[in-house]
Structures are given as C-alpha cells and as structure tokens.
C-alpha cells in the first residue's frame, strides 16, 4: 500500500503562484508513476500532468502547458506541482495519484483546494 498526502493549496491571485507537495509513503518501491489530477465544481476530474518515478518521461495537458511543472525529489519520496501564471479557471480540488507498472492510478491523496480570484 501507498500513502499521499498533499499540501500547499491555497487563495492566490490571478497571476499568483503556488507549490503543491505530495508526500508518499508506505511501498514507495512500487511506484511507477506519479500524476496531478483536479476537479472543478460541477466538473469532471481531469488529468493534468504525470511523471515516471525515474522523471524520464512526463505529460501535460494543453491547459497548463508551460504554467506548471511537475518535479520529483525521491530522496524525500515528494512530488511537487509548481503552478505559475494561475487563472481564475485553474480553481480547483488538486489530487496527487500513483500507480504500480501494470495499474491504474490506485492510490490517492485527500485533495487540497486551490483557489484563483480575479
């Protein structure tokens, strides 16, 4: 079993930044891969970025391209989520997830509230 828990959520202004961690413990050797996800009101969870556990590979989507970055300290079993340039769009519940080799995204943190004001 794996165990997340995030933090760094937050208010910010349009224009603002924040940092989101995402503490994993527990059989952190199972790990493949780490990912962001985050879910709107009224909306559907959406899959924002993802990173192998090696950081080889990584994705974004279109939206946050070039505003977020996703990084990895393994030492410290930490994934983070730089946000800058935030929009008020980008308001949201962010979820940080992982999965095993051959898994689905099984293991997930609580979710921490990120705020955007105009």
């Known amino acids: 079993q794996v165990q997340l828990v995030e933090s760094g959520g937050g208010l910010v202004q349009a224009g603002g930044s924040l940092r989101l961690s995402c503490a994993a413990s527990?059989?952190?050797?199972?790990?493949?891969?780490m990912a962001w996800f985050r879910q709107a009101p009224g909306k559907e969870r959406e899959l924002i970025t993802t990173m192998n556990w090696s950081g080889q590979s990584t994705y974004y989507v279109d939206s946050v391209k070039g505003r977020f970055t996703i990084s990895r300290d393994n030492a410290k079993n930490t994934v983070y989520l730089q946000m800058n340039s935030l929009k008020p769009e980008d308001t949201a519940v962010y979820y940080c997830a992982a999965r095993e080799r051959k898994s689905s995204y099984d293991y997930w943190g609580q979710g921490t509230q990120v705020t955007v004001s105009s």
């Open positions: 527990g059989r952190t050797i199972s790990i493949y891969a």
